[in-house]
Nanobody
Framework: HVQLVESGGGSVQAGGSLRLSCTAS????????MGWYRQAPGNECELVAS???????DYADFVKGRFTISQDNGKHTAYLQMNSLKPDDTAVYYC??????????????????WGQGAQVTVS
């Protein structure tokens, strides 16, 4: 039974930080590409950051220098460290695993598994 369980969302003031976690079970995590997407009300679901099977990260331009994606294979957990948060970062954030097509939009992407989503609110 595959699961991606997210935690760490919440509310923060502009300029603050949050760290999202995504703990995986039921599949081979170590070699799995991971991604974080987000969807704000009225907007399409968009890629925030991804990390490929070689551990190389990639970021959307709008988070470069502010967000960091990482993963701890021993804990089967991926992280998204979010610093210098802005109100525009308010969205539901989703982790994704086992990707074969990493698109800039959820609709352009193919991922094997998705987390349940974590609300991030920046005021």
């Amino acid at each position: 039974h595959v699961q991606l369980v997210e935690s760490g969302g919440g509310s923060v003031q502009a300029g603050g930080s949050l760290r999202l976690s995504c703990t995986a079970s039921g599949f081979t995590f170590d070699d799995s590409p991971m991604g974080w997407y987000r969807q704000a009300p009225g907007n399409e679901c968009e890629l925030v950051a991804s990390i490929n099977s070689d551990g190389i990260p990639d970021y959307a331009d709008f988070v470069k220098g502010r967000f960091t994606i990482s993963q701890d294979n021993g804990k089967h957990t991926a992280y998204l460290q979010m610093n210098s948060l802005k109100p525009d970062d308010t969205a539901v954030y989703y982790c994704a695993a086992d990707g074969s097509v990493v698109g800039n939009l959820c609709s352009d992407s193919v991922w094997g598994y998705w987390g349940q989503g974590a609300q991030v609110t920046v005021s």
